[in-house]
Structure formats: structure tokens, C-alpha cells
């Protein structure tokens, strides 16, 4: 049974003429018809609804129980943890956080350096390395 009405079929039951009741065969099709299509609706409403649910839980495009899921969890501007690199015997100095960056000035004997690490992302954004010049001191 496909579901649709054949032109062989039609012709030998004749037209319908208003008022007059539908055939036994011609019913059924009807109902196995307005089956489908509820069907349809049905599964096209949970669709719908599904992907309205992904989207509010923050799910788009980092797939379940990625990065969205765990941004959601947490407050804004959470970054997670963030490594910075510093050379071995270098000790940290102070930190200053100022307009969204974070200054971090971390040094050994030998030089100095101010790390710039973006606030809301955690990423390194750049480093300003201080050396002494010779006999600067001396003067």
C-alpha cells in the first residue's frame, strides 16, 4: 500500500459527489493518510523544540559536555586556568590588573620582564623584556 489514490482505483469507484458517504476502501486511505501527516507534525514539533533546547543550554557548535556546557557552569568572564611560561629562577614580582589585561611582572637577577595576559580570555598577549644597559648605573 503505497498511500496515495491511483487513477485505476478512482476510476472504477466512480467521483464523489457532495453529501454522499466515502467507501470503506477510499476511508481507510484517508485515515492511513491523516496517520502520516500527524505523524509528520509530530515529529517536526519535537525537532523544533529539541533544537530550541540545544541552543538555550549553550551547546552550539562545541558539541555535549564540551566547552558551552562548561561556560555555562561557571561565572562570566571564567577563563579556567591559563599557563603562562616563565623561565626557570625567575620569581614572580607583582601582579596589576588595569583595563581588561593583567600585567604580570616576573624577573630573576639577570633581566625583568612584564607578561600581558588578556582578562577575559586568559591568553598571553604579549612580553616586554627589560635589560639593563651597561653602565647605566654609573652615570
Do not use: C
Request: glycine residues 14%; neutral net charge.
Amino acid at each position: 500500500m503505497s498511500g496515495t489514490i491511483s487513477p485505476e482505483d478512482d476510476a472504477h469507484e466512480g467521483p464523489v459527489t457532495k453529501g454522499e458517504p466515502l467507501s470503506e476502501e477510499r476511508l481507510r486511505r484517508l485515515k492511513f493518510l491523516m496517520a502520516i501527516m500527524s505523524g509528520f507534525l509530530v515529529l517536526t514539533f519535537m525537532l523544533v523544540v529539541a533544537a530550541f533546547v540545544w541552543r538555550i543550554s549553550g551547546s552550539g557548535g562545541s558539541g555535549a559536555g564540551g566547552e558551552g556546557a562548561a561556560r555555562a557552569a561557571h561565572p562570566a568572564g571564567w577563563f579556567g586556568a591559563s599557563r603562562v611560561a616563565v623561565a626557570p629562577g625567575e620569581k614572580l614580582r607583582s601582579v596589576t590588573m588595569e583595563g581588561g589585561r593583567i600585567a604580570i611582572a616576573a624577573g630573576s637577577d639577570n633581566a625583568e620582564a612584564v607578561i600581558i595576559v588578556d582578562a577575559k580570555t586568559g591568553e598571553e598577549l604579549g612580553r616586554i623584556l627589560l635589560t639593563p644597559l651597561s653602565g647605566f648605573a654609573a652615570r
